[in-house]
């Protein structure tokens, strides 16, 4: 089992920036494939990053060169800096984790309770 927290949500101007952290326990967090998905009311959950435990990156196209991911395993925690945003940015974004393939492929095990991204125009 493993626990995920986020923080660092909330209400930013377009072409702000925000930084989401996600902390872990429970499990051998430096084992774990991790990722970010967001979520509008309404619509499916969506990929939208995700870090190897190697350090491999993956990014959804909607966001490539605006949002980076990393890592910190002696710290247990998965980080998503978010530049440039968008009012389509707007979503509850949620931690992941899970073997990277399942991450990246949206079907991860592990999941927080999400933070609210709110980008006004």
């Known amino acids: 089992q493993v626990q995920l927290v986020e923080s660092g949500g909330g209400l930013v101007q377009t072409g702000g920036s925000l930084r989401l952290s996600c902390a872990a326990s429970?499990?051998?967090?430096?084992?774990?494939?991790m990722g970010w998905f967001r979520q509008i009311p309404g619509k499916e959950r969506e990929f939208v990053a995700a870090?190897?435990?190697?350090?491999?990156?993956y990014y959804a196209d909607s966001v490539k060169g605006r949002f980076t991911i990393s890592r910190d395993n002696a710290k247990n925690t998965v980080s998503m800096q978010m530049n440039s945003l968008k009012p389509e940015d707007t979503a509850v974004y949620y931690c992941?984790?899970?073997?990277?393939?399942?991450?990246?492929?949206?079907?991860?095990?592990?999941w927080g309770q999400g933070t609210q991204v709110t980008v006004s125009s």
């Open positions: 992941a984790a899970d073997a990277i393939g399942t991450v990246v492929y949206g079907h991860p095990n592990y």
């Open positions: 870090i190897s435990t190697v350090g491999s990156t």
């Open positions: 429970g499990r051998t967090f430096s084992r774990s494939g």
